[in-house]
C-alpha cells in the first residue's frame, strides 16, 4: 500500500483474532505459545513478561497450538523450553499476524508482539503463563 510516495506496511489485525478462534474455539482468553532459548526462559520466569533482552527490537512470535511450538522448538535446537500464555482473547486485534512466517511449522499462522505499545498492550492482557516443556 502507498501513503503519498511512501510505502507503508498493513497489518491484518483481525486475522490473529479469527485464526485464534478457529484452532481454539470461543471463549474470553486464549492460549498462545511460545519457545524459548535459556536467556529468555529466564527472564520470564524471574519477571513474568516477555521483554525483548537488551537494545533488541524484536518481537516475540507465538503459535496458536502447542504442536507448532514444539515443532519450531525441534527445528531450532537453542530452543529449551515451550512456555503457554492465556491472554484475553480481545486484544488479539492489537498484535501482528502472518501466515508467512516459516510456514512448514506454523500451518494456523503466528502471532507477533512487537516491542513498545504492543508489548504493554499484551502484558496488560496477559492472564497467567506456565511451562508447557522444558528440554532444560
Known amino acids: ?27 474470553d482468553t486464549v ?8 536467556r529468555e526462559f529466564e527472564g520470564v520466569m524471574k519477571t513474568g513478561g516477555f521483554h525483548p533482552g537488551g537494545p533488541s527490537l524484536e518481537g516475540r512470535q507465538f503459535a496458536l ?3 507448532q511450538a514444539l515443532g519450531y522448538a525441534n527445528w531450532d535446537k537453542s530452543k529449551v523450553a515451550i512456555l503457554k500464555v492465556t491472554v484475553d482473547r ?11 512466517i516459516d510456514v512448514s511449522i506454523f500451518r494456523n499462522g503466528v ?6 505499545a504492543q508489548s504493554d498492550i499484551f502484558h496488560d492482557a496477559l492472564k497467567g503463563s506456565n511451562m508447557f516443556f522444558s528440554g532444560m
Do not use: W
Not at 500500500?1 to 471463549?27: R, W
Not at 502471532?111 to 513498545?116: A, D, F, H, R
Open 111 to 116: 502471532i507477533t508482539v512487537q516491542p513498545g
Open 90 to 100: 480481545s486484544s488479539l486485534g492489537r498484535f501482528d499476524f502472518s501466515r508467512d
Open 65 to 67: 497450538t502447542q504442536n
Open 31 to 38: 492460549d498462545l505459545y511460545r519457545a524459548v532459548g535459556v
Open 1 to 27: 500500500m502507498l501513503a503519498g510516495a511512501t510505502p507503508v506496511l498493513v497489518h491484518n489485525c483481525n486475522g490473529a483474532a479469527k485464526a485464534a478462534e478457529s484452532v481454539q474455539g470461543p471463549g
